[in-house]
């Protein structure tokens, strides 16, 4: 059964306008589209604070959006202390459901101190411990609270835009055909009481010498970071006081805090 009045491979004259008539995107009505533009794939955000801490009840920044539980996976249950204040939002995987998204949470600058908006891709939990992660790293940039308060806002938007828009890894934009498997799972806005935090988690981290190709495309990684998206010039350096350079970290130094650690620096 067709449905409809057709025999089976019979050619159907389509009413293109019509049709066309009826296609409403997001950009012609705001409220009442019919049609969403998908992304790569879909992407979850997970959000904490201190009031989300040690409570069972959810207290993200957009209560009406339901709760979803943790995927159960090895590398949920060996992070299980660290994911327990952390709650899931919501997935979304249409550029119309991101929109709705950021127009009903919290601006960076207007969140309290010491929350933390975790935007991945859905399957990978925002924890070293999850198998996406594990052998990877984070680009990452710390802004002083004062200077950069009336700055952050977009540069949370536009670091998550090159997250779901894919354009951060340079292999994914380059290779024709293929789809390599993107180094990005997740990037993280952080606020701490004098300075806000911006990450981008890789897949993968180069260990060493051997590992020329995959620091090469870490490093076009945080130059996008850094210029395209942050909006820094390249040869510009930012350290100062609280402020950090455009710097990359395995999460296995992470763990170390420091000590012996190999920072690669854009
Ligand atoms: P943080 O919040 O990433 O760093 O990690 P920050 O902002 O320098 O520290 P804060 O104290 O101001 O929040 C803080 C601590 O959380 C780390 O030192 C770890 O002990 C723990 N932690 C962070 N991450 C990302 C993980 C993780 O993925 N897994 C586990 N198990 N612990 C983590």
Redesign the pocket.
Known sequence: MNGDDSEPGEIQEVDMQAQAETIRTVFSDPTNFNVKHPLYSPWTLWFDSPATKGRNLPQTPMTSFPQTPIPATPGAA??Q??MEDIKRVITFDSVEEFWGLYHNIVQPSLLPQ?A?YYLFKEGII????DDA?KLGGKWSIQLPRDKNRAAVDKMWLYTMLAAIGETFDPLLASEEGESPTSLITGVIL?T?PQFF?ISIWTRSAPSGADDDKLRERIEAIGKHFKVSVLGYQDSQRLAGALATEVEFLS?KD??K?GKQAKKIIV
């Open positions: 060996a992070a202390g660290w010491k933390n925002p924890a070293w411990e992660n952080s701490r935090r999460h992470s763990e805090k």
